[in-house]
């Protein structure tokens, strides 16, 4: 295997901040566009579960288990690959392998040796991260879906459910009026792990959005909107399926 091989849909937001990760880290990986309605076989032989990303790697590839789920192993072709099915983890995986912009902040002074594992440095900082990307994961999505529903469907509580994304988005906007970014005046983790989330709730109700109360918000992210790096992530690529050829995608 020349290259990882990373399953990803364009607009899918789990898929978006894996290959913003891999992007921010300059690697490399073969980019396998797909749709959901007509899954690669290749696809869920890796992944049973077969929702993207789903990055395979070779299976001589080191992997850094800490803060990430278990490594999934499948065999195919004779041999045995590893798979990593979880965007958090993709973005995980990237990032300590090369992380040049520090987004997972491991030389911050919050860095202490850990207590479980006294020959180990733990950092408190990227802890705090995952926390909030776990917070948003769990309870902020959940609420952004139902704000979705709401709006497609013309339901009588799309008051409501905004008001519950709300919640969320206000301590966003807390954070931003500190700093430039969620955790200080330099990029994170967090910041490219929520990104494809927030996006998402601008485009609800548009509108309403660009009169809303929260400008740190909407600079932060038109910022990243922006950006050479999301035009590059966001490029529309042919239907694997369809045209059989990898793209070779890498951040520069």
Same mark, same amino acid.
């Given at each position: 295997?020349?290259?990882?091989?990373?399953?990803?849909?364009?607009?899918?937001?789990?898929?978006?901040?894996?290959?913003?990760?891999?992007?921010?880290?300059?690697?490399?990986?073969?980019?396998?566009?797909?749709?959901?309605?007509?899954?690669?076989?290749?696809?869920?032989?890796?992944?049973?579960?077969?929702?993207?990303?789903?990055?395979?790697?070779?299976?001589?590839?080191?992997?850094?288990?800490?803060?990430?789920?278990?490594?999934?192993?499948?065999?195919?072709?004779?041999?045995?690959?590893?798979?990593?099915?979880?965007?958090?983890?993709?973005?995980?995986?990237?990032?300590?392998?090369?992380?040049?912009?520090?987004?997972?902040?491991?030389?911050?002074t919050d860095?202490?040796?850990?207590?479980?594992?006294?020959?180990?440095?733990?950092?408190?900082?990227?802890?705090?991260?995952?926390?909030?990307?776990?917070?948003?994961d769990v309870?902020?999505?959940?609420?952004?879906?139902?704000?979705?529903?709401?709006?497609?469907?013309?339901?009588?509580?799309?008051?409501?459910?905004?008001?519950?994304?709300?919640?969320?988005?206000?301590?966003?906007?807390?954070?931003?009026?500190?700093?430039?970014?969620?955790?200080?005046?330099?990029?994170?983790?967090?910041?490219?792990?929520?990104?494809?989330?927030?996006?998402?709730?601008?485009?609800?109700?548009?509108?309403? @959005? *660009? &009169? $809303? !109360?929260?400008?740190?918000?909407?600079?932060?992210?038109? =910022? @990243? *909107? &922006? $950006? !050479?790096?999301f035009t590059?992530?966001?490029?529309?690529? =042919?239907?694997?399926?369809?045209?059989?050829?990898?793209?070779?995608?890498?951040?520069?």
């Amino acid at each position: 295997m020349a290259h990882p091989i990373l399953y990803s849909l364009r607009n899918c937001p789990y898929a978006m901040r894996a290959r913003i990760a891999i992007f921010k880290s300059h690697q490399a990986v073969a980019l396998r566009d797909v749709v959901l309605t007509d899954k690669p076989a290749a696809m869920i032989l890796a992944s049973p579960k077969a929702t993207v990303p789903i990055l395979v790697l070779d299976k001589n590839s080191q992997f850094d288990s800490d803060n990430a789920a278990d490594v999934k192993e499948f065999s195919a072709a004779s041999t045995v690959d590893k798979v990593i099915d979880e965007s958090l983890d993709i973005m995980l995986w990237a990032l300590k392998k090369s992380d040049p912009n520090n987004l997972l902040h491991s030389d911050n002074t919050d860095t202490v040796k850990s207590k479980s594992k006294p020959n180990e440095i733990e950092n408190e900082k990227l802890n705090e991260m995952l926390a909030l990307i776990t917070e948003f994961d769990v309870e902020f999505k959940q609420r952004l879906e139902a704000y979705k529903c709401a709006k497609r469907y013309h339901e009588t509580n799309l008051n409501e459910c905004r008001a519950a994304c709300e919640y969320y988005i206000q301590l966003l906007e807390s954070r931003l009026s500190q700093h430039d970014y969620l955790f200080s005046r330099r990029e994170s983790l967090a910041d490219i792990a929520l990104l494809p989330f927030i996006r998402q709730f601008a485009r609800i109700e548009r509108q309403w @959005y *660009l &009169q $809303s !109360p929260y400008p740190k918000l909407k600079n932060w992210l038109n =910022r @990243y *909107l &922006q $950006s !050479p790096m999301f035009t590059k992530v966001m490029v529309k690529h =042919r239907l694997w399926l369809e045209c059989g050829e990898e793209v070779i995608f890498v951040g520069k």
